[in-house]
């Protein structure tokens, strides 16, 4: 299984980036997707997901209303559309994903996912 994100890169704050994950050897379809991200210094956090049984999408709290997440099953690709961003939003995002299902509380733990991408560097500059 291979995540692949893609996307990243240098934005001056108030701007927008467009992140997407495409998957091989996985059907995200199958299971949980969620981005997260890690800041320097930091812990890995959730910032968007889907559960496997319903296409609403799950948000922490501070991306609401700035993120959508979204998917496109015929292309097998999750995409994280970040608009306002902050020099807080700086940091390493990752796509993750798994089989099966999990309860939702557990969307926002990283354990809960077995299969990772790479990460791709957001950098937002004041």
């Known amino acids: 299984v291979q995540l692949q994100a893609s996307g990243g890169g240098l934005v001056q704050a108030g701007g927008s980036l467009r992140l997407s994950c495409a998957a091989s050897?996985?059907?995200?379809?199958?299971?949980?997707v969620a981005w997260f991200r890690q800041a320097p210094g930091k812990e890995r956090e959730f910032v968007a997901g889907?559960?496997?049984?319903?296409?609403?999408?799950y948000y922490a709290d501070s991306m609401k209303g700035r993120f959508t997440i979204s998917r496109d099953n015929a292309k097998n690709t999750v995409y994280l559309e970040m608009n306002s961003l902050k020099p807080d939003d700086t940091a390493v995002y990752y796509c993750?994903?798994?089989?099966?299902?999990?309860?939702?509380?557990?969307?926002?733990?990283?354990?809960?996912?077995?299969?990772w991408g790479q990460g791709t560097l957001v950098t937002v500059s004041s």
């Open positions: 993750a994903a798994r089989n099966g299902r999990i309860i939702t509380s557990s969307l926002k733990r990283a354990g809960a996912y077995a299969y």
């Open positions: 050897g996985h059907t995200f379809s199958s299971g949980p």
């Open positions: 889907f559960q496997v049984w319903n296409s609403n999408p």
